[in-house]
């Protein structure tokens, strides 16, 4: 069974930065891509980040380029959020998700697992 588990959540104030990750078990993803969504109240999920099997293509939504930072350990089954200069509008659950295909996408659909979500609270 397939299992996604995010961590490195939390509460920081305006400017600052967290980590996140994620964790998978219950089968090999090196060929997979791999992706990060989030969902503030009221509002849908979108699509934060996304990077290919290999790390060779990675795709950033245009909120966050320049801040946010993925990458992925294969060895380790385990994928990595660095958020930096953190803004209140950055505050939202952060799913983590594996494609069915070796290259990231924007939507939702494309990804077969997702995890629980972990809550990223930016003070001002």
Not at 38 to 51: C, D, L, N, T, Y
Not at 80 to 92: F, G, P, V
């Amino acid at each position: 069974q397939v299992q996604l588990v995010e961590s490195g959540g939390g509460l920081v104030q305006a400017g600052g930065s967290l980590r996140l990750s994620c964790a998978a078990s219950g089968g090999t993803f090196s060929s997979n891509a791999m992706g990060w969504f989030r969902q503030a109240p009221g509002k849908e999920r979108e699509f934060v980040v996304a990077i290919s099997w290999n790390s060779g293509l990675i795709l950033y939504a245009d909120s966050v380029k320049g801040r946010f930072t993925i990458s992925r350990d294969n060895a380790k089954n385990t994928m990595y959020l660095q958020m930096n200069s953190l803004k209140s509008e950055d505050t939202a659950v952060y799913y983590c998700a594996i494609a069915s295909g070796r290259y990231g996408t924007t939507r939702p659909n494309d990804y077969n697992y997702w995890g629980q979500g972990t809550q990223v609270t930016v003070s001002s």
